[in-house]
């Protein structure tokens, strides 16, 4: 036999084992290049508003002798943030692995945040024009697409082309991560294109196996291409005295 | 089914070598270490002790004196506590952001310098180099493609090239980056086809490869099951046959008149292309089983042919008629779908070593050579029969090697290059007869025409014949393989019957071979006449010996016709009539013409129609007429015999 037929033989063989992955390569890969990564991110869900901190609506000290203060109210407080919620400038910080947020106008402590509250945050960063399906609080068990660290957090759905879910830590009411059906179904792609089903980890034996064998059949395709098109039998052949086979 | 495998086939030459890339780099980011990967490999974590909040300046008096901030943090950078306010925020760090880094104890600005930017990168390095170098940098960087901040890139002198990033707004780590980094960086630009540094897969080039990836997987794919429902998987084609207990299969192989030639036996799902082969006989193939070429053609017999199965390929290359007359490609079929099988053109393909003994130019474009068997064993064949040449690849030339210097004129026109060609087989008339002449031994001669390419207006360089080409450049000595002889034309058993021999061009070969047979070997006295067209004087081959055969033997008529003659023949025949009737003189016209004059005469001396045969060799378009010009006169098909080259 000769290369060119066992190329084919091979060819043919391992695509009869390996052929539905390179389907599923494709396709995977091509979801994946084809998807904007920053709108599968969902970044075009959010506003991202820029309001800016109004310093003169801080009548909460962070500390004072003369009134109450958030040191005074919040001794272990650590890794303090300012920032706005909605449109109220609030304290963000963590005391005793806890996460609060006050009101700096007033000191009133705002988390965790209600229903109501969570899904006004929710509506004020969402940029389509959807309706809020449910909201969720989400205390344990969280789903795939959203980190353990981030709990409790709600969960608030829009009525939306791509069913998007905006995430809103219940503690410091901040959007903590955002998915849409695009953003799922990227990583259901990931998952199959790197062959590893549960977590997404492309060191895996399967995978090494596959692209192996697959790799030696694509080579094997590449002889085939170089036959059928690079030393394809002249056009032109003797046309005198050739008895063509009939 | 056959536009999916021209898909495959073109895409793969398209996105074939980018598949590679991808497929290796996958296997690399496969075995990678995730750790060198991470560029992180002289990475700690720096833990900044917490601050005591009191001691800080108040957060409102920050925000007043300086630009209004969307935030402010408080962070802690080498153990020293600073208001972060970012007045710009991004979504994620490495987008564009602004900021303004505040002590958090005097309520000044501070800005990351190259001092601190190397306590920050030091803090957060294990390794044992030292700073190179500190740069501030604006993006792009190299190493951060999707970086859009300003950073300072500090350089260590460790054994992998560490270089720790710092971001220069804010103090932030943004990352760390080495050697083993920067590799698979290579790889994943590779991956990602990111050839202009993007940052991104979503470029352009990438996403017209995966789409015309996805059509060639699944070109493919579709492919595979289409060979899947033709039974062309089987465990005991994959496997070795000493791992699988093969069942023999007898076949019956009947030659191309039905006639049974003998039984094969076959193992278990073999293919027939390939079982043939295993027993001497060989089906041209071009393709090598892929059922593209068609040339593996065979019939099977009507009990069996309306219940194997018609593949695409099958389809491809033969008609509904054909295919209901059992028509199908050896390829495509295996041995368990049949009992036995009609070969169409192959009667007997014993395999013989030819030495050539001598090569001559006979006209401008025509050689006669000769052949010995290399055993020396002489091969019988019947008169009309050809052999298969085994052409190996080789390099051509398009000019002739040792062309006589008179020929040289007509070869001006045809320009000289070299060319590469593939092995492939050639079928070539034998011109005499297998009777021993003058002491030699058995000689195979044969005609060839040498083909020249065809002048096209394209710039496409076209091969000249390459089998011709190369068959006639062989020297004296050399030796080629040749299965055969096939006796597919050939005269009827011997009678006393005319017989009429109608040739043209280099179509002589085989009646040449047919009339030497009948005067030589079998010594006949029955009338032969031997009608021939060529274009001009040059290309009256073998003049001199037909008219001497003409001129010994009584019943032998040779009859030349030229249809464009030059020089002093075409002003000798201008002058007189130009269908001069005198037996062995050349006429100006086409053989029919010559025939229609002569036929008369034929059929009286023979006492009518039946008591003749005719047999043809030519260009297809002079058979045609010719045979429409006999069925004209009466003469039934059976009474023709013709063979045709194409």
Redesign the interface.
């Given at each position: 036999m000769?290369l060119?037929?066992i190329s084919?033989?091979y060819h043919?063989?391992l695509?009869?084992f390996l052929?539905?992955q390179?389907?599923i390569?494709?396709?995977s890969?091509?979801y994946?290049?084809?998807?904007?990564?920053d709108y599968i991110h969902g970044?075009s869900l959010?506003q991202?508003?820029?309001?800016?901190?109004n310093?003169d609506k801080?009548h909460y000290?962070?500390?004072s002798l003369a009134q109450d203060s958030?040191?005074q109210d919040y001794p272990n407080?650590?890794?303090?943030?300012?920032?706005?919620f909605i449109d109220r400038e609030v304290y963000r910080f963590k005391q005793d692995d806890i996460q609060f947020m006050v009101d700096a106008n007033t000191g009133q402590q705002l988390s965790p945040l209600d229903e109501a509250a969570a899904t006004a945050m929710a509506k004020h960063e969402y940029t389509g024009r959807g309706q809020v399906l449910t909201a969720e609080l989400i205390t344990d068990n969280p789903p795939f697409e959203l980190s353990s660290r981030y709990l409790p957090a709600w969960r608030v759905n829009f009525d939306d082309f791509g069913s998007p879910s905006l995430y809103i830590s219940a503690q410091t009411g901040l959007l903590v991560t955002k998915r849409h059906e695009f953003w799922r179904t990227f990583d259901l792609m990931f998952s199959l294109h790197v062959m590893d089903y549960e977590d997404e980890d492309?060191?895996?034996w399967l995978?090494?196996w596959v692209?192996?064998f697959?790799?030696i059949a694509?080579?094997l395709?590449?002889v085939?291409?170089y036959?059928?098109?690079f030393?394809?039998?002249?056009?032109?052949?003797?046309?005198?005295?050739?008895?063509?086979?009939? | 089914m056959s536009l999916i495998k021209t898909i495959h086939k073109w895409l793969s030459l398209l996105v074939g070598l980018q598949l590679l890339i991808w497929l290796g780099t996958g296997l690399y980011f496969n075995l990678m270490d995730p750790v060198e990967a991470s560029g992180n490999e002289y990475r700690v974590r720096v833990v900044e002790p917490n601050a005591n909040l009191s001691q800080l300046i108040e957060p409102k008096k920050v925000l007043q004196d300086f630009n209004p901030a969307v935030t402010l943090s408080q962070i802690s950078l080498l153990s020293k506590p600073y208001y972060l306010l970012t007045h710009d925020k991004a979504l994620y760090p490495y987008f564009k952001n602004q900021y303004t880094l505040v002590d958090a104890l005097k309520g000044q600005q501070v800005f990351i310098n190259e001092a601190m930017a190397k306590q920050l990168a030091i803090a957060s390095y294990n390794g044992t180099g030292k700073i190179v170098s500190a740069i501030k940098q604006s993006p792009p960087f190299d190493d951060r493609l999707k970086e859009k901040n300003p950073l300072w890139r500090v350089d260590f002198d460790d054994d992998i090239n560490t270089s720790v990033y710092v971001d220069a707004g804010s103090g932030r780590l943004a990352a760390h980056s080495n050697d083993d980094k920067r590799f698979v960086d290579i790889a994943f630009m590779l991956h990602f086809m990111d050839y202009t540094q993007e940052g991104s897969f979503n470029n352009v080039q990438i996403i017209v490869f995966a789409i015309f990836t996805l059509f060639f997987a699944l070109s493919g794919f579709i492919w595979t099951i289409e060979l899947g429902f033709n039974g062309q998987y089987s465990l005991s084609h994959l496997l070795p046959k000493r791992f699988i207990k093969s069942k023999a299969k007898i076949v019956q192989v009947l030659d191309l008149n039905g006639e049974p030639l003998h039984n094969i036996s076959l193992s278990d799902h073999e293919n027939l292309l390939d079982g043939l082969i295993h027993h001497d006989i060989a089906l041209p193939s071009s393709c090598g089983g892929g059922g593209t070429c068609g040339r593996c053609r065979l019939k099977l017999t009507p009990s069996t042919s309306t219940s194997v199965k018609i593949t695409a390929a099958d389809h491809q290359q033969f008609t509904p008629e054909e295919l209901a007359l059992g028509y199908r490609l050896a390829c495509q079929h295996n041995s368990d779908e049949i009992d036995s099988l009609r070969l169409l053109d192959v009667i007997q393909a014993e395999k013989h070593q030819l030495v050539l003994t001598s090569s001559e130019f006979i006209s401008p474009f025509i050689k006669e050579l000769k052949f010995k068997t290399a055993s020396g064993e002489p091969i019988a064949f019947k008169a009309g029969a050809f052999m298969r040449f085994f052409i190996p690849a080789a390099s051509g030339n398009t000019m002739p090697t040792a062309l006589p210097l008179a020929l040289s004129q007509h070869w001006e026109n045809v320009d000289q290059t070299q060319y590469q060609h593939d092995s492939c087989s050639r079928n070539y008339s034998l011109a005499n007869s297998d009777l021993p002449l003058d002491g030699n031994h058995s000689e195979l001669h044969f005609t060839i025409k040498l083909h020249q390419a065809p002048k096209t207006t394209t710039d496409d360089i076209i091969n000249p014949g390459v089998g011709s080409h190369f068959i006639c450049n062989l020297q004296p000595g050399d030796s080629i393989d040749a299965v055969g002889p096939f006796e597919e034309f050939y005269a009827k058993p011997l009678s006393d019957k005319s017989m009429v021999m109608i040739g043209a061009g280099s179509g002589m070969a085989p009646l040449k071979s047919l009339i030497e047979e009948q005067l030589f070997k079998f010594e006949t006295t029955r009338p032969i006449h031997f009608f021939f067209g060529a274009r001009s004087e040059a290309d009256l081959i073998y003049q001199d010996h037909f008219t001497s055969l003409a001129a010994k033997h009584d019943n032998f008529f040779y009859h030349p016709v030229l249809s464009r003659p030059t020089g002093e023949l075409a002003s000798r025949l201008a002058s007189s009539d130009a269908l001069q009737l005198i037996p062995s003189t050349m006429t100006q016209g086409y053989v029919q013409d010559r025939l229609a004059a002569e036929f008369g005469g034929i059929t009286d001396n023979a006492a009518g129609l039946t008591n003749i045969e005719f047999y043809l060799c030519g260009p297809a378009a002079m058979m045609t007429s010719t045979i429409e010009q006999l069925n004209a006169y009466g003469v039934a098909n059976d009474a023709i015999a013709f063979d045709s080259f194409v």
């Open positions: 000769n060119l037929k084919r033989k043919r063989y695509m009869l052929g539905i390179f389907v390569w494709t396709v890969g091509a994946m290049v084809i998807f904007d990564i970044d959010i991202n508003h820029q309001s800016k901190i310093p801080i000290p962070l500390t958030l040191i407080a650590q890794h303090l943030t300012l920032g706005m492309p060191s895996n995978l090494f692209v192996l697959a790799l694509a080579i395709g590449l085939l291409t036959y059928r098109i030393k394809k039998e002249p056009l032109q052949v003797d046309t005198s005295l050739i008895k063509e086979s009939n | -």
